[in-house]
């Protein structure tokens, strides 16, 4: 009775906070990692709302053309989605002499459209920036749904790296740089399972701590068992210069953005420097631009539950980004 009555407390204690982002701010950091990792297992997600995102037999998905509302416990925005599924409009899509490629982080989950840094980019410099980034795609999704822009134009492509691309970069690697793609029914299914995550029962917070635990043995052992030759910057330059994309005349500008808790990837710009520095690679690889934002974004700059950057966090970047270009171009 007592072990019920203190996991019960428990329980309950995961519950508040996880529904009560003002309480979890006064809480020491540790805290608000362990809520923000419960809160991503339950979390709206945008790529299997079927008002905001579509299958995709090519790519997997996009965004769904049109409009939508995308919403969590500290954001409600609305999308304006152009014909090729980004979350831009069409005009952006007309020759852009600056594309941004990336995930959740560059498309902007949890601010407003003219908040990402990709429109507050275009604002400031006044030449045409597309946002081509979505929620969820790695390195080599990210450089695919290139394929399908007009980039005759382009001269600068933006890369926003996320720790999480590794898994789908090292399976783009290993099936000779082509991504397998999930099927509509899988798609379907993995709909289904996300709509149970949605859902709340007693013990379901415990469990996920849990589980957790469980998923970080099995990640270990199953990395142990791949064997690829390749590190994680190998890995995605890999797929940069196996895109098929036509680049040799790009400036291209990296970045890597994990979180409020950057602990994935946090030596990624030094190192991916020093390889760059080191090896081997076209000018278009050779000549890149990297950023560390490491030491410009702050706590106040990311949601409390959700570990997305804010208005202004877009801002900082926007502002960065600005400085490079500019700079570039005055040479």
């Known amino acids: 009775m007592l072990l019920l009555a203190i996991l019960s407390l428990l329980e309950g204690l995961l519950f508040l906070l996880v529904r009560n982002p003002d309480i979890l701010k006064q809480c020491p950091q540790r805290i608000g990692n362990m809520i923000g990792y419960i809160y991503a297992r339950e979390r709206p997600i945008i790529k299997f709302e079927p008002a905001c995102a579509r299958y995709d037999p090519a790519i997997g998905y996009t965004l ?19 014909v090729l599924g980004t979350r831009d409009d069409e005009a952006s899509l007309q020759h852009p002499e600056i594309v941004v490629a990336g995930d959740s982080f560059a498309m902007g989950w949890g601010v407003n459209q003219e908040e990402t840094f990709a429109k507050q980019l275009e604002k400031k410099i006044g030449i045409k920036v597309l946002n081509a980034a979505v929620a ?22 933006i890369i926003q790296y996320c720790g999480n691309d590794i898994d789908e970069n090292r399976e783009f690697y290993l099936n000779q740089n082509q ?12 709909q289904e399972l996300y709509k149970d995550s949605l859902r709340y029962f007693f013990g379901k917070y415990l469990w996920i701590k849990i589980k957790k635990r469980w998923d970080e043995i099995e990640q270990r052992r199953r990395q142990s068992g791949v ?52 090896g081997n690679y076209p000018p278009y690889l050779k000549n890149m631009i990297v950023l560390d934002f490491s030491d410009k974004l702050q706590k106040q700059h990311f949601y409390v539950l959700d570990d997305h950057i804010n208005a202004l966090g877009h801002k900082i970047i926007a502002d960065t980004l600005a400085k490079v270009i500019e700079a570039r171009r005055a040479q």
């Open 227 to 278: 064997v690829t030759g390749r590190d994680e910057i190998d890995l995605f330059l890999n797929a940069v210069q196996n895109s098929g994309l036509e680049l040799g005349k790009v400036t291209i500008i990296t970045f890597v953005m994990n979180g409020r808790n950057p602990d994935d990837s946090k030596n990624f710009p030094t190192d991916l420097k020093k390889k760059l520095a080191a």
């Open 64 to 82: 769904k053309p049109g409009a939508c509302t995308f919403s969590g416990r500290e954001f409600m925005n609305s999308y304006d989605i152009n």
């Open 179 to 190: 991504l397998p793609i999930m099927s509509s029914q899988q798609y379907k299914e993995y």
């Open 136 to 157: 969820s795609y790695g390195t080599a999704r990210e450089m695919m749904i290139l394929r399908r822009f007009p980039t005759d134009r382009m001269k600068y492509l």
